[in-house]
């Protein structure tokens, strides 16, 4: 499991790798089912209006064939609306996209290099974003 650093502990550098950190959520009250629902593809959007996101399934890493448990919602998203066109644009703000990254990728942690060679962004606008004192949708540096 992933680790959080403490922001106050570290200073964010290029090669400090990043994630969503879900327990910020949970500790800021913040329900991010919410906005995990708001990114299904239309077809999903529909299917599941009613459903509770509540349980868990298995999801195999494609890479490392690690099996993780995640949030329902979480999985349809990985493995269905996040690879349909369009999830992801230039058009979509740098802080939606970071996050909508580590959605498709399982939450796999990457640093600011990384980030921009999937986004086509600057990576060090990348790290002034995350490394200053807000936290955007829980993306918070981590040891892996």
């Known amino acids: 499991m992933t ?3 403490h922001s106050s502990l570290v200073k964010p550098t290029l ?9 910020w ?3 800021n ?5 919410v906005y995990l629902h708001s990114y299904l593809c239309p077809e999903h959007k529909v299917l599941f209006a009613d459903w509770e996101f509540a349980e868990e ?17 979480q999985h349809v998203l990985m493995t269905h609306c996040a690879r349909q066109e369009g999830f992801i644009t230039q058009q979509t703000a740098l802080v939606d996209s970071m996050f909508r990254m580590f959605l498709a990728n399982g939450n796999t942690s990457l640093t ?12 060090i606008i990348i790290l002034k974003t995350l490394s200053g004192g807000r936290v955007y949708k829980g993306l918070r540096p ?3």
Request: charged content about 30%; some cysteine.
């Open 3 to 5: 680790q959080t650093l």
């Open 15 to 23: 090669q400090t790798p990043f994630h969503i950190d879900f327990d």
């Open 25 to 27: 959520w949970q500790k």
């Open 29 to 33: 009250e913040r329900d991010w089912r």
């Open 57 to 73: 399934v298995d999801w195999v890493d494609p890479e490392t064939a690690e099996v993780h448990s995640v949030d329902g919602l």
């Open 112 to 123: 600011p290099i990384e980030m921009a060679e999937h986004l086509g962004r600057q990576p």
């Open 142 to 144: 981590c040891l892996g």
